[in-house]
């Protein structure tokens, strides 16, 4: 069955650096692109970064463009979220997330456009 498993969250200071891993299996990896979404307390889960698997085309939200990159391996069926200079307001649980379909730059960040996500990891930036 399709599967999606995040790691390395934890706690970092601010200006700090964490990566995450999403580790997707059940599914033909090159196939399907892959999002990271991201819910903090008391708000809607609102879409970060999304990647094209199939040839590393990426989006990103203006709120972490600059600081947060996406990347895949596809040997290891795996996308990464690498954030840099991590902000108090960055903390929040972070979600993998299957997109349906190949999205646009449109309409990637719409969570009804994903169909299998992860369990979700915590990121918190504190001092």
């Known amino acids: 069955q399709v599967q999606l498993v995040e790691s390395g969250g934890g706690l970092v200071q601010p200006g700090g650096s964490l990566r995450l891993s999403c580790a997707a299996s059940?599914?033909?990896?090159?196939?399907?692109?892959i999002g990271w979404f991201r819910q903090a307390p008391g708000k809607e889960r609102e879409g970060v970064l999304y990647?094209?698997?199939?040839?590393?085309?990426?989006y990103y939200s203006n709120s972490v463009k600059g600081r947060f990159t996406i990347s895949k391996d596809n040997a290891e069926n795996t996308v990464y979220l690498q954030m840099n200079s991590l902000k108090p307001e960055d903390t929040a649980v972070y979600y993998c997330?299957?997109?349906?379909?190949?999205?646009?730059?449109?309409?990637?960040?719409?969570?009804?456009?994903?169909?299998?996500w992860g369990q979700g990891t915590q990121v918190t930036v504190s001092s």
């Open positions: 990647i094209r698997t199939s040839v590393g085309t990426t």
């Open positions: 059940g599914f033909t990896f090159d196939d399907y692109d």
């Open positions: 997330a299957r997109a349906s379909a190949r999205l646009n730059r449109l309409i990637w960040s719409a969570r009804w456009n994903y169909d299998y």
